[in-house]
């Protein structure tokens, strides 16, 4: 089945910018999603579609997706975006929905 | 706007059958897809599988021999049931819209969700 790789963690301090990585196999030919949770919450959809934001979230969250890697970009950082980040696709060939292993935004 | 609420027995027996149920408000379970995902204490998020307007439904396959999701028009809800449950099925459980959209490719398309329950935490312990 298709597999969706993340760092554990990414670091980044007020104000710069955080990228958050999704690794998989030819991922470009995948609409990728992006979900942000914090604790105690339930995930909250960030970025679809690459690179498409639902209304009502920052432009500061972007998304990019190129050959075998995606990203979520992060802008001008605050202590508010800290929180788990996930990456999802859906694989045709299992009709399967996919998570990545999240990834822990940490805001120094 | 479409809201979600999960519920049912916080407490499973080990080798029982685990009940959940998902009410949808601001619409209705015959537009959509649905959605089932858990995540387990200090993990990661876990799709169980989904259910479309018609019915058909897809799993994970690491849960497909013990999982089904089904749609009750009646009461606007969907429902999960996952058998012979273990302590390593003890997770929040969610529920979801599961939005179908298609790229600028009529043949391509993608899934993703979009709203969620807030979460109902099932414990499994004898």
């Known amino acids: 089945s298709y597999v969706l790789t993340q760092p554990p963690s990414v670091s980044v301090a007020p104000g710069q910018t955080a990228s958050i990585t999704c690794g998989g196999n030819?991922?470009?030919?995948?609409?990728v999603h992006w979900y942000q949770q914090k604790p105690g919450q339930a995930p909250v959809l960030v970025v679809f579609?690459?690179?498409e934001r639902p209304s009502g979230i920052p432009e500061r969250l972007s998304g990019s997706n190129s050959g075998n890697t995606a990203t979520l970009t992060i802008g001008r950082v605050e202590a508010g975006d800290e929180a788990d980040y996930y990456c999802?696709?859906?694989?045709?060939?299992?009709?399967?929905?996919?998570f990545g292993g999240g990834t822990k935004l940490i805001v120094l | 706007q479409v809201q979600l609420q999960e519920s049912g027995p916080g407490l499973v027996r080990p080798s029982e059958t685990l009940s959940l149920s998902c009410t949808v408000s601001?619409?209705?379970?015959?537009?959509?897809?649905w959605a089932w995902i858990r995540q387990p204490p200090g993990k990661g998020l876990e799709w169980i599988g989904y259910i479309s307007y018609t019915g058909r439904t897809n799993y994970n396959p690491s849960l497909k021999s013990r999982v089904t999701v089904s749609l009750d028009t009646s009461k606007n809800q969907l429902s999960l049931k996952l058998n012979s449950v273990t302590a390593t099925d003890t997770a929040v459980y969610y529920c979801a819209r599961n939005i179908k959209a298609w790229t600028r490719d009529p043949s391509n398309y993608y899934y993703y969700m979009d709203v969620w329950g807030k979460g109902t935490t099932v414990t499994v312990s004898s």
């Open positions: 579609d690459d690179t």
């Open positions: 999802q696709v859906w694989d045709r060939s299992s009709d399967i929905q996919v």
């Open positions: 030819n991922i470009d030919t995948k609409s």
């Open positions: 601001g619409g209705s379970v015959s537009d959509d897809y």
